[in-house]
């Protein structure tokens, strides 16, 4: 479960950055694409705050589409799932959006 692994990732950036004041929401933006599952970053980073200055923050998440561009047709594809192929059946395709990880923001009291 790599979203555990997300969620210390985010503890340790948004800790090193608020100098210990209460954090009451944490923005992310999560693409589709990404392999992060939303519910599972959620239930992760509860449980990792735990006891943390960030005990209780919302976690927001942003969740972009994804977005492919084919080589061979030259087509821009919207595309969600982890199958990358275009409809004229290409593989070679380019992830164009849809795989960001990003701290957007965090609100401190």
Do not use: K, W, Y
Not at 29 to 50: A, H, K, Q, Y
Request: with cysteine.
């Amino acid at each position: 479960m790599h979203e555990l692994a997300v969620a210390e990732s985010v503890l340790d950036n948004v800790s090193a950055h608020t100098g210990g004041s209460r954090v009451t929401v944490v923005r992310l933006r999560i693409g589709r694409l990404s392999g992060v599952e939303p519910d599972s970053l959620r239930f992760c980073f509860g449980l990792v705050t735990d006891g943390t200055p960030l005990d209780g923050a919302e976690l927001v998440i942003e969740e972009p589409g994804g977005r492919l561009h084919c080589e061979d047709c030259g087509r821009d594809i919207a595309r969600d799932d982890p199958i990358l192929l275009c409809p004229c059946g290409s593989a070679d395709v380019r992830v164009v959006s849809g795989r960001e990880l990003q701290l957007i923001s965090v609100e401190v009291v």
